[in-house]
């Protein structure tokens, strides 16, 4: 079954915000976990310089918007972390389907980029996305249940390319899972 995490990603203490950005984003693109970069992807942003892509399109909503968020609420990015059984899919298979996850929560609608890590006996993958919309007149704000819509999201998606999916905490009110598979066929 494949897990995530949903984190908000705010300005470190002591750092600036390109030094959080890059701190953040260096960590995901470690070459010796990405087989030297060959596990990474991206959407409407290059890896390399995401950073400074991000931080842009911070002032440019400042810009449009006139709107700015206070130093230490503003969520700079978000990222999501997915993590596989070991032995059910590949570094490689991981990432699509990492890749896809990050584009159907996005919508299309924020950069975002896509490492998958080798370090561990689990294949598992870290999402990137700008809080910032791609036309930088929205931010993404997280919501209550933004983590449980993740972790269904990846579950149906997990479904359509026949892995195992986590099973719902006795905390949750989720769907059956009758009503999750009958979701992934009409798919």
């Known amino acids: 079954m494949a897990t995530t995490r949903f984190m908000t990603r705010h300005i470190g203490s002591g750092k600036t915000i ?19 970069g060959d596990l990474i992807i991206a959407y409407e942003c290059d890896p390399a310089t995401a950073d400074a892509e991000f931080l842009l399109s911070k002032a440019k909503y400042k810009a449009i918007t006139g709107r700015e968020q ?26 699509k389907i990492s890749y896809d996850l ?52 990846s579950d149906r998606i997990c479904l359509e390319n026949g892995l195992s999916y986590s099973r719902q905490s006795k905390t949750e009110k989720q769907r059956p899972i009758q009503t999750l598979w009958a979701m992934a066929r009409q798919q």
Request: charged share 30%; aromatic share 12%; glycine share 6%.
């Open 102 to 153: 990050a584009m159907r929560w996005t919508k299309g609608r924020h950069a975002f980029f896509v490492v998958s890590h080798i370090d561990r006996p689990h294949p598992h993958c870290h999402i990137y996305y700008n809080s910032t919309s791609l036309d930088c007149t929205r931010k993404f704000r997280d919501f209550i249940g933004s983590a449980r819509a993740v972790r269904r999201l």
């Open 18 to 36: 390109i030094e959080t950005l890059k701190d953040g984003f260096d960590y995901g693109k470690n070459p010796k976990k990405t087989r030297n």
């Open 70 to 95: 206070k130093k230490d609420n503003d969520v700079l990015y978000y990222q999501i972390r997915q993590a596989f059984p070991p032995g059910e899919v590949t570094a490689e298979t991981a990432l």
